[in-house]
């Protein structure tokens, strides 16, 4: 099922449910679609403005880019949920597609990781050639990537803790770790920054 075509109130219903998905993976997509808007935003409050046209090409091109990263962020709610469902289901042939089931479940958060990565490196732009009025905006978009960076993340290692492959296990662990270990600190230097210029 789609949940993102539902009311925020019937996602948080099923969300807080014994179902198993959504979950995890399919929260910090959300969680990431609304960081990428709200930096998106800030664009949108930046474009047409005669105090940023020698920038407004590049925001454009970005606000492109993030409608994109949008869209995105929002099919991998449904894909979480069309991934972990498999793994939850109580099969006779379970043993056998475990361990490609557990891969797609990886690949899923896997992905949601590198849009947020994308995301972090607009809204980086956003926070420091946007609107001033609107840089808190970008700031809280900061703080809802670097979120969902961290949820999904937990979301592939959960499911890598537990792959009998373990060349492919290391691999994906890796490859979220120099994810984690680069755009935490982006996250976290744009956020800083956002915050010191209203001198705290």
Do not use: W
Request: hydrophobic share 45%; with cysteine; glycine share 6%.
């Amino acid at each position: 099922m789609d949940y993102t075509t539902k009311s925020c109130r019937e996602f948080v219903t099923v969300l807080a449910s014994n179902e198993p998905a959504p979950g995890g993976g399919g929260a910090s997509a959300l969680v990431a679609a609304i960081g990428t808007a709200l930096g998106n935003m800030v664009g949108s409050l930046t474009v047409g403005k005669k105090k940023y046209a020698d920038v407004q090409d590049e925001i454009l091109a970005l606000k492109a880019k993030c409608d994109d990263l949008q869209k995105q962020l929002l099919d991998q709610v449904e894909a979480d949920d069309k991934g972990f469902v498999p793994l939850a289901k109580d099969d006779p042939s379970r043993p056998a597609i475990l361990e490609q089931a557990t891969i797609t479940a990886c690949q899923v958060p896997m992905h949601i990781m590198e849009l947020c990565c994308e995301a972090l490196d607009c809204v980086a732009v956003f926070a420091a050639k946007g609107s001033r009025l609107a840089v808190s905006d970008a700031g809280c978009a900061a703080v809802c990537c670097k979120a969902a960076l961290q949820a999904a993340s937990l979301n592939v290692f959960i499911n890598t803790k537990s792959l009998k492959n373990r060349e492919v296990a290391e691999d994906m662990n890796r490859q979220a770790n120099v994810m984690l270990n680069k755009y935490c600190s982006v996250a976290d230097e744009i956020f800083n920054d956002v915050k010191a210029g209203f001198g705290q």
